[in-house]
């Protein structure tokens, strides 16, 4: 089993700063992608951001140039820089992993973590 462990979260205001990380831990043999997502209330679930082994990522048009995702694959941990917070920020925050758990594993599974509120006041 693997288990996905959020923090960092909080309530910030508009122009200010979070760093969320999130630590992978149990049956890990490798992991593929990284990624982070949101939820507002009403709201479907969203990608925020993606990040693969090799560190090519990807963001919503939403948070370009103001989020960053970062991994430390030998943490197996996964980062998410926010600057320059907007209302419009304000989620749960969900991070999910693609984990390989056995080197004789044929396919990956995915993982999710329990969540971390992100409140943005205007």
């Known amino acids: 089993q693997v288990q996905l462990v959020e923090s960092g979260g909080g309530l910030v205001q508009a122009g200010g700063s979070l760093r969320l990380s999130c630590a992978a831990s149990g049956s890990i043999f490798m992991i593929n992608d990284m990624g982070w997502y949101r939820q507002a209330p009403g709201q479907q679930r969203e990608l925020v951001a993606i990040?693969?082994?090799?560190?090519?990522?990807n963001y919503v048009d939403s948070v370009k140039g103001r989020f960053t995702i970062s991994r430390d694959n030998a943490k197996n941990t996964v980062y998410l820089q926010m600057n320059n917070l907007k209302p419009a920020d304000t989620a749960v925050y969900y991070c999910?992993?693609?984990?390989?758990?056995?080197?004789?594993?044929?396919?990956?599974?995915?993982?999710w973590g329990q969540g971390t509120q992100v409140s943005v006041s205007s």
């Open positions: 990040i693969n082994s090799g560190g090519t990522t």
């Open positions: 999910k992993a693609s984990v390989r758990s056995r080197w004789y594993d044929r396919s990956y599974h995915d993982y």
